[in-house]
């Protein structure tokens, strides 16, 4: 154990491996409803994120917002979707899923 010890923690997704990642945190959310009910939604905490994140984006690299909405997009496109998975066809959350072995 150092206390002095630090971490980064990154990802390098692709704008479809973030889609695929958010569609699978939107099943676990449907999936596990309680977890809403005890903390509330995630969109409240989402909607803060990305006003920070365009904001800084804004900032120092002006030219990086277009692709900064469009991951937003597909963030929040694939948690919606993923909320309403039990609606969709299995073969369909095989192609919409990060983890694909989870629907097998």
């Known amino acids: 154990y150092s206390a002095e010890a630090c971490v980064s923690h990154s990802h390098a997704y692709s704008v479809l491996q973030e889609f695929r990642r958010y569609f699978d945190m939107g099943v676990f959310h449907a999936r596990e409803s309680w977890i809403r009910q005890s ?3 995630a969109e409240g905490e989402g909607l803060k994120f990305v ?28 948690y919606k979707l993923g909320l ?10 095989h192609l919409l899923a990060m983890n694909r072995n989870y629907f097998t």
């Open 39 to 41: 903390l509330g939604s």
């Open 51 to 78: 006003r920070s994140e365009l904001g800084h984006l804004a900032k120092h690299a002006p030219w990086l917002v277009p692709e900064g909405l469009l991951r937003t997009a597909c963030r929040f496109a694939g």
């Open 84 to 93: 309403f998975e039990q609606h969709l066809p299995v073969q369909l959350k």
